[in-house]
């Protein structure tokens, strides 16, 4: 379904797959930082609320209950939240739980959250769906609102896509990776708007399933030799990280 957006069981088994509560649980306790929750925690200090909008396998909310946030999870597909639930009970870890659309308003309180934020979630949507779900994120924000997506700017990311679509293997259903979100940012009322990319390794990864295997698995190791601080001027990141404050 390249070109459609998935329901939730059908995203609830791609975000999935056959990983187990104990293989994540696994990864938050024990595992490095992953780059991906790094904005994040820069951003809040121990004690601070924090709740993410589409919580897939749970592992990046996972990290920042164990860094000690206060965390809560929301996702629209019921099978999602009691996967993070089961995840959270095998880590040993606390969080709150909600299944809800993002495209709604939510049951909860203006200046609930210190900080708002999505890895994975606006680019499945139109930019007036973004505004929207920006403004609701908003409102529950006492502080931050912040956004990670693909980044349209991503070389080996948009050839790997490219290829996986053309190839039906695509698992992810519509997604439209940005060059910039600051525009939607101001129009949701949000303020001192900042963007950089993350994670140029996993942006490289995406060549993977391009065959014959031999071929792209030498060119991921020798794109993985450059230091990332020389690809850096040229935001090469897999993840676009847009920061509003309140």
Same mark, same amino acid.
């Given at each position: &379904? ?8 059908? !995203? ?16 938050? &306790?024990?595992?490095? +930082?992953?780059? !991906? ?12 609320? *924090? ?11 996972? *990290? $920042? ?6 965390? +809560?999870?929301?996702? #629209? ?7 993070? %639930? ?12 909600? @299944?809800?659309? @993002?495209?709604? +308003? ?24 973004? *505004? ?13 609102? *912040? ?9 080996? #990311? /948009?050839?790997?896509? !490219? #290829? ?7 698992? !992810?259903?519509?997604?439209?990776? %940005?060059?910039?979100?600051? /525009? $939607? ?21 995406? $060549? #993977? ?10 060119? @991921? %190791?020798? $794109?993985? &030799? ?18 509003? %404050?309140?």
């Amino acid at each position: &379904m390249p070109n459609e957006q998935l329901d939730s069981k059908h !995203w609830h088994k791609a975000i999935i797959g056959n990983v187990s509560c104990n293989e994540i649980s696994d990864q938050i &306790m024990h595992r490095d +930082t992953p780059e !991906w929750v790094k904005p994040i925690l820069e951003l809040t200090k121990t004690g601070d609320s *924090v709740i993410e909008l589409g919580c897939g396998t749970g592992t990046l909310s996972g *990290v $920042l209950a164990k860094k000690g946030r206060s965390v +809560t999870l929301i996702d #629209y597909s019921p099978d999602t939240i009691d996967f993070c %639930k089961n995840v959270f009970g095998c880590a040993g870890l606390e969080a709150s739980f909600l @299944v809800a659309d @993002v495209l709604k +308003t939510l049951s909860l309180k203006e200046n609930s959250f210190d900080c708002v934020w999505s890895c994975g979630l606006l680019e499945h949507f139109s930019d007036e769906n973004i *505004v929207n779900i920006l403004k609701e994120s908003k409102r529950i924000s006492r502080k931050y609102v *912040v956004s990670l997506v693909p980044n349209a700017y991503s070389c080996t #990311y /948009r050839i790997g896509k !490219w #290829y996986q679509e053309k190839h039906g293997i695509w698992p !992810w259903g519509y997604e439209d990776p %940005k060059k910039s979100l600051s /525009r $939607l940012f101001e129009v949701s009322g949000l303020k001192k708007i900042n963007e950089f990319t993350v994670d140029i390794k996993k942006s490289n990864s995406f $060549l #993977y399933p391009i065959k014959p295997f031999i071929f792209s698995s030498i060119a @991921v %190791k020798l $794109l993985n &030799m450059i230091p990332s601080i020389l690809l850096k001027p040229f935001r090469q990141g897999y993840l676009l990280v847009t920061v509003g %404050k309140k």
